[in-house]
C-alpha cells in the first residue's frame, strides 16, 4: 500500500504524541536560512568550522541525496510543518499565508497535550501566521526592541554582499538572543512533552561582524557560523 507524504507525516506523528505520557518524545526542530550544505564541515568542507552541527551529523543521520520544495524560505518551511507541496498547500512563495484549513505538525501535536512554541524569524515569515504554534517565545522584531534598550541597531549595509560590522559582540546578537530564549522554554518544560522550531535567520544577508569589525575570524568562519555553534550550548 503506498501514502502520500502527508498521510506518512500525520500517522507519524500521530503514533509519536499517542504513545503512553512516560514515552512520549519531545521535537525539537533546528533551521537556519540560506546555509548551504557545502558550508559544513560533515559535508567535507576543509574550511567552514562547525564541531556543533559535525557533532549531530556522526550521532545522527546525514542525508547524500536531498532537496528543499521551493527556492525562498517561507513556501519550504510550510513544506516542513505540512508535509505537502507547494501548489498542494497553497504558498508558493513568502508573500502567500498559509490557508487556516492547512495542517500542521503543532496542530497535530497541540491536540496530543504538547507543549508548542516556535522561536526566531517566524517560520511562517514575513507574516505573522503562527501554524498552530502555542507561543511565539521571540521573533525578529522582539530582538530589534532588545538591540534599542539597549541603544543599539543595525547599522546599513550596503553593496552586493550587505556586509557592515556592528558594534556588540556574540553574547548581544540574535543568534545568542533566540537561543536563550529556546533554552528557557525547554528547561521549563522538561517534564512535559513539547515541540519547539528554532529557525534561525543566519546566515541570511545582512552579514555583520561583531565587535565594531575587530573580529577578524571572517565571514563564515565567525559569525556567519553562529547557528551552527548555537547548536552545541
Same mark, same amino acid.
Given at each position: 500500500?503506498?501514502?502520500?507524504?502527508?498521510?506518512?507525516?500525520?500517522?507519524?506523528?500521530?503514533?509519536?504524541?499517542?504513545?503512553? &505520557?512516560?514515552?512520549?518524545?519531545?521535537?525539537?526542530?533546528? +533551521?537556519?536560512?540560506?546555509?548551504?550544505?557545502?558550508?559544513?564541515?560533515?559535508?567535507? /568542507? =576543509?574550511?567552514?568550522? +562547525?564541531?556543533?552541527?559535525?557533532?549531530?551529523?556522526?550521532?545522527?543521520? !546525514?542525508?547524500?541525496?536531498?532537496?528543499?520544495?521551493?527556492?525562498?524560505?517561507?513556501?519550504?518551511?510550510?513544506?516542513?510543518?505540512?508535509?505537502?507541496? =507547494?501548489?498542494?498547500?497553497?504558498? =508558493?512563495?513568502?508573500?502567500?499565508?498559509?490557508?487556516?484549513?492547512?495542517?500542521?505538525?503543532?496542530?497535530?501535536?497541540?491536540?496530543?497535550? $504538547?507543549? +508548542?512554541?516556535?522561536?526566531?524569524?517566524?517560520?511562517?515569515?514575513? !507574516?505573522?501566521?503562527?501554524?498552530?504554534?502555542?507561543?511565539?517565545?521571540? @521573533? /525578529?522584531? *522582539?530582538?530589534?526592541?532588545?538591540?534599542?534598550?539597549?541603544?543599539?541597531?543595525? &547599522? &546599513?549595509?550596503?553593496? &552586493?554582499?550587505?556586509?557592515? =560590522?556592528?558594534?556588540? +559582540? *556574540?553574547?548581544? *546578537?540574535?543568534?545568542?538572543?533566540?537561543?536563550?530564549?529556546?533554552?528557557?522554554?525547554?528547561?521549563? /518544560?522538561?517534564?512535559?512533552?513539547?515541540?519547539?522550531?528554532? /529557525?534561525?535567520? !543566519?546566515?541570511?544577508?545582512? $552579514?555583520?561582524?561583531?565587535?565594531?569589525?575587530?573580529?577578524?575570524?571572517?565571514?563564515?568562519?565567525? !559569525?556567519? @557560523?553562529?547557528?551552527?555553534?548555537?547548536?552545541?550550548?
Amino acid at each position: 500500500m503506498t501514502s502520500t507524504r502527508r498521510q506518512f507525516l500525520g500517522s507519524a506523528l500521530a503514533s509519536v504524541a499517542a504513545a503512553q &505520557p512516560a514515552r512520549k518524545w519531545n521535537l525539537l526542530i533546528l +533551521t537556519n536560512d540560506q546555509h548551504r550544505a557545502d558550508c559544513l564541515g560533515c559535508y567535507g /568542507n =576543509p574550511i567552514v568550522k +562547525t564541531p556543533a552541527v559535525d557533532r549531530l551529523a556522526a550521532e545522527g543521520v !546525514r542525508f547524500e541525496n536531498y532537496f528543499v520544495h521551493a527556492p525562498q524560505c517561507v513556501p519550504s518551511r510550510v513544506s516542513m510543518h505540512t508535509g505537502r507541496y =507547494p501548489h498542494t498547500h497553497r504558498v =508558493p512563495s513568502n508573500a502567500y499565508v498559509l490557508p487556516e484549513s492547512e495542517q500542521t505538525i503543532a496542530k497535530i501535536l497541540n491536540a496530543q497535550g $504538547y507543549k +508548542t512554541a516556535c522561536v526566531g524569524e517566524m517560520p511562517f515569515a514575513p !507574516r505573522s501566521y503562527t501554524g498552530g504554534f502555542q507561543k511565539v517565545l521571540a @521573533n /525578529n522584531k *522582539d530582538y530589534d526592541i532588545f538591540l534599542a534598550e539597549r541603544g543599539l541597531k543595525y &547599522p &546599513p549595509a550596503e553593496g &552586493p554582499f550587505q556586509a557592515a =560590522p556592528v558594534p556588540w +559582540t *556574540d553574547d548581544l *546578537d540574535e543568534t545568542a538572543f533566540f537561543s536563550n530564549h529556546a533554552r528557557e522554554f525547554i528547561r521549563a /518544560n522538561r517534564d512535559a512533552p513539547f515541540f519547539l522550531h528554532i /529557525n534561525y535567520r !543566519r546566515p541570511h544577508h545582512p $552579514y555583520v561582524q561583531g565587535d565594531g569589525g575587530q573580529n577578524r575570524r571572517g565571514l563564515f568562519t565567525g !559569525r556567519r @557560523n553562529e547557528p551552527a555553534c548555537a547548536t552545541g550550548r
